[in-house]
């Protein structure tokens, strides 16, 4: 079939002028997936349907958003009693757009004339003295003065105290007014030496859990600053933890958070695991790189002894660090999914691809840096897959060491296909990270265990880790900036500069036999 020569500044003239790539398709006899690429070629993002829709109509996609936002539309809808036509005009969008929103999110319509009853709530809503009246005198929250309208969420009061000026609580005078008629817990708190011993063995969150605190840690942080308790503890519920709790949530993925029913310490002490996905045998442990180092766990094998245990009940244990949640989130919230069978990739088999033996080796180190949780290393030897001139997978070798394989969408059969074809002789062997993974993938295409290596370390360096080899004796010794002592060794030297080290759970050694290419 003879190829269709492309005009790409008219496709990219027309692309901006609101035509879609069907119609342009249509105008220029090729194909909308041509048309694309070409646009793609230029660097310039597709448009959705919707999007193309509504330069069509003059409307701004950022309006988007909001119709997006199912507590957004809920607000307006059912709480401010909006009717169809006055959310569009407030978001800025057509009514027929608000009533596609609706029925995505299944909010029941209203009938005719429903909005009349609701006048009362809405007198009230936007009664500046009702609102003031509730808050600071009656001290009712939010959420209680939305239950006593008969509304479902505190969204629109929280909305009309700001526009009419009511100024809200803090959250700790909130938890001290929660809790004022509490005078058992109050005694508890007073009581500076209970706080003390409990404070030695709990966080301040285990504390108001076991008091029954619903708002939280707020009141036994406010008596541990009134005795002048240091705070020496990391709360169990760090934001890391609340970041992956809300990614498993958002994903309606059901999970437990600091579960202390999997595993025990070598004493039968219950040991806590940040969060168990039960239905998936598996466990996570987020670990903030200063508080995991050894400068609080003097314990080398912490974090091995956690993965063993929770093997041993039947459990994965995924081991992930703050600096890389920080850092790589998208890596990192690809793997939670991955362990879970929740990931969305895209899917495409390794014969639909072509092999790239000599790909360019800037692009695949920085392919590796964007997709690879330890992002590029040292390569003799690299492979890519390409899917329609676009790299989607990358293996490297260091002599015959696989050093690392990563892809960008799901490839079948991919990490099977490029080791077939590395064009090396004899045995390859290759490392696996157990804090992040379980080897399956390479037992799965014929690597054999050939042994297990204990656990290893990394510097903390402020609030992220850094390779051993980056702070040898010699470092010490020629780097006027780091304190330097004859005769120490590296890690008392380590010691005297306030580097702390933190360990992993330990590696895997695979090894893989290949026949003579």
């Given at each position: ?56 109509a003059g409307i701004d996609c950022a309006c988007f958003k909001n119709l997006d936002d199912r507590e957004f539309v809920s607000n307006l809808y059912i709480d401010c009693a909006l009717s169809e036509t006055e959310m569009a005009n407030s978001i800025g969008c057509t009514r027929s757009m608000v009533r596609t929103a609706l029925a995505r999110f299944k909010i029941p319509l209203r009938k005719p004339g429903t909005l009349k009853a609701n006048a009362k709530i809405l007198k009230k ?252 290393a040292a390569q003799s030897k690299t492979l890519a897959l390409e899917l329609d001139g676009e790299t989607v997978a990358v293996m490297s070798f260091k002599g015959n060491e696989l050093s690392r394989y990563a892809t960008s969408i799901k490839v079948r059969g991919g990490f099977s296909r490029l080791l077939k074809n590395c064009g090396l002789e004899g045995d390859i062997i290759s490392f696996v990270d157990l804090d992040t993974f379980s080897g399956d993938a390479y037992e799965a ?73």
């Amino acid at each position: 079939m003879k190829r269709i020569a492309v005009d790409e500044v008219a496709i990219a003239e027309d692309y901006k002028n609101g035509l879609s790539v069907e119609k342009i398709g249509d105008k220029y006899s090729i194909s909308p997936k041509t048309v694309k690429r070409a646009l793609t070629r230029l660097g310039i993002a597709i448009r959705s349907p919707r999007e193309t829709k509504a330069m069509f109509a003059g409307i701004d996609c950022a309006c988007f958003k909001n119709l997006d936002d199912r507590e957004f539309v809920s607000n307006l809808y059912i709480d401010c009693a909006l009717s169809e036509t006055e959310m569009a005009n407030s978001i800025g969008c057509t009514r027929s757009m608000v009533r596609t929103a609706l029925a995505r999110f299944k909010i029941p319509l209203r009938k005719p004339g429903t909005l009349k009853a609701n006048a009362k709530i809405l007198k009230k809503l936007n009664d500046v003295n009702y609102l003031a009246d509730a808050h600071d005198n009656r001290k009712l929250s939010p959420k209680q003065i939305a239950e006593e309208l008969g509304i479902s969420s505190n969204g629109a009061v929280i909305d009309r105290m700001k526009k009419l000026g009511v100024t809200r609580r803090t959250n700790k005078e909130a938890a001290i007014i929660a809790h004022g008629a509490g005078e058992y817990t109050h005694s508890l708190l007073s009581d500076k030496d209970w706080l003390t011993n409990e404070y030695k063995t709990k966080t301040t969150l285990r504390i108001g859990r076991e008091l029954g605190l619903s708002s939280g840690d707020h009141l036994v942080q406010l008596y541990l600053k009134k005795h002048e308790i240091k705070a020496t503890r990391r709360n169990t519920t760090s934001y890391l933890e609340y970041q992956v709790s809300k990614l498993l949530s958002d994903n309606n993925i059901s999970h437990l958070r600091n579960c202390r029913s999997l595993i025990t310490s070598a004493d039968n002490n219950k040991l806590e695991i940040d969060i168990v996905i039960p239905q998936s045998n598996l466990a996570i442990e987020i670990n903030g790189v200063v508080w995991h180092s050894t400068k609080f766990k003097k314990d080398t094998k912490y974090h091995e002894f956690k993965r063993i245990s929770c093997k041993n009940t039947g459990f994965r244990l995924l081991s992930l660090y703050g600096d890389d949640i920080h850092h790589k989130w998208p890596i990192v919230e690809r793997i939670i999914l991955n362990a879970v069978g929740k990931c969305q990739d895209k899917v495409t088999d390794a014969r639909k691809c072509k092999i790239n033996h000599h790909p360019d080796i800037a692009k695949t180190k920085e392919f590796l840096d964007k997709w690879h949780i330890q992002g590029q290393a040292a390569q003799s030897k690299t492979l890519a897959l390409e899917l329609d001139g676009e790299t989607v997978a990358v293996m490297s070798f260091k002599g015959n060491e696989l050093s690392r394989y990563a892809t960008s969408i799901k490839v079948r059969g991919g990490f099977s296909r490029l080791l077939k074809n590395c064009g090396l002789e004899g045995d390859i062997i290759s490392f696996v990270d157990l804090d992040t993974f379980s080897g399956d993938a390479y037992e799965a295409v014929g690597f054999k265990i050939d042994g297990y290596l204990k656990p290893d370390y990394k510097y903390v360096i402020g609030n992220k880790r850094v390779h051993k080899f980056c702070y040898r004796k010699k470092r010490f010794m020629n780097d006027d900036e780091l304190i330097f002592e004859d005769g120490k060794t590296e890690f008392e030297l380590a010691e005297m500069n306030g580097l702390y080290r933190i360990y992993n759970s330990g590696m895997l050694r695979l090894k893989y036999s290949l026949t003579p290419q």
